[in-house]
């Protein structure tokens, strides 16, 4: 996929901070706002990186008091969400607010003077058609319609969360296998493990394979033969997994695998690749500029891979979370150029 991504000279690269950490910035016109964890994104172009829409956090940005009631539905064409408003005095529609606006959208109600926020959230789980939505009070419902910006993209649910990336990605990737790459092998295993229960995949490891090719450790096999014999013994796992679909498979990290080799990059190229790099930056400019060097120095992971997430320090309990941000970007790429997954 790699290449197919190269000649579109696209890339998307995420930086995860920590989850506990929450960020305002604004690029261009926009202003985001992202909880746990703060994802700055960015494409890179022949000439440079330049700053994109952000892909949105993990955990949606909604305060509500009724959320939990609310029915969905996809049209197609358009997606309808249906609020209860239960015991809500709203006497008219003049008590009622709605914003719609790209991936956002904001209700809120006047009751007895006050305001009361059913839901405000900036993760739609895809772009719409702010000016065509429709919404109006059907007995004790307010009923919301939003024309999609994509009508052949079938939204799971009207937020983008772990649950509804799980189901919507299935049909984007078509089956087509993720390869997780990068500088920790028990990161790229536990990240790989995620994805492939959520995808409903099959979960490869390349370390358990070669150590049972081997019948040794793949550190001993290191100071016995050296990294280049294992980085040759890796590519020869990939070349028999890359006629495999619907599964993700977790290489090793560091230099001694063949992702850390440009010239053993081909046969992961039969599927997406996922490149899992620890940063030290502790905001998003300095993320921008960590991400420019690494383009400039032709670091293998930014200029093969085909979506880059920074992780800021790492914790195993958070791997979902890295993972979630890995589907994400997949989505974003994909729904650049639906063409990508039959390449």
Not at 59 to 78: A, I, M, P
Not at 139 to 157: A, E, H, T
Not at 244 to 262: C, D, E, I, N
Request: charged residues 20%; contains cysteine; negative net charge.
């Amino acid at each position: 996929m790699a290449s197919a991504v190269a000649s579109a000279s696209s890339m998307l690269c995420l930086s995860l901070q920590n989850p506990t950490k929450t960020l305002h910035f604004s690029i261009k016109t926009h202003s985001f706002h992202f909880l746990k964890p703060h994802l700055p994104a960015f494409r890179r172009y022949s000439g440079g990186v330049t700053p994109i829409s952000p892909l949105r956090g993990f955990s949606c940005n909604c305060s509500s008091t009724n959320t939990t009631h609310y029915e969905f539905s996809d049209g197609s064409s358009e997606v309808e969400l249906r609020l209860q408003l239960g015991g809500q005095d709203v006497l008219s529609a003049k008590d009622i607010f709605v914003d719609a606006d790209g991936t956002s959208l904001t209700v809120k109600i006047q009751q007895a003077g006050s305001i009361i926020t059913l839901i405000d959230t900036n993760s739609l789980f895809e772009k719409i058609k702010p000016a065509e939505t429709i919404w109006y009070i059907d007995d004790d419902q307010l009923v919301i319609s939003l024309k999609k910006q994509d009508p052949n993209l079938k939204w799971p649910d009207i937020m983008e969360s772990w649950e509804s990336l799980s189901a919507g990605s299935m049909q984007l990737l078509k089956g087509t296998s993720i390869y997780i790459v990068g500088d920790s092998t028990e990161i790229n295993q536990k990240v790989a493990r995620e994805l492939a229960v959520a995808l409903g995949y099959t979960p490869l490891v390349t370390k358990e394979l070669l150590e049972t090719f081997a019948k040794q450790t793949v550190d001993s096999w290191v100071l016995a033969k050296g990294s280049d014999s294992v980085a040759e013994a890796e590519s020869a796992i990939l070349e028999s997994l890359s006629c495999h679909v619907r599964a993700v498979v977790a290489t090793l990290g560091g230099s001694h695998g063949a992702a850390g080799r440009t010239d053993k990059w081909r046969h992961l190229y039969s599927g997406f690749s996922i490149w899992l790099s620890q940063t030290e930056a502790t905001d998003e400019d300095s993320a921008k500029e960590e991400a420019r060097r690494h383009i400039e120095d032709g670091n293998v992971g930014y200029t093969n891979a085909d979506v880059v997430v920074k992780l800021q320090g790492w914790d195993a309990d958070h791997a979902k979370s890295v993972a979630q941000a890995s589907l994400s970007a997949l989505k974003r790429l994909i729904l650049s150029d639906k063409k990508l997954p039959g390449e």
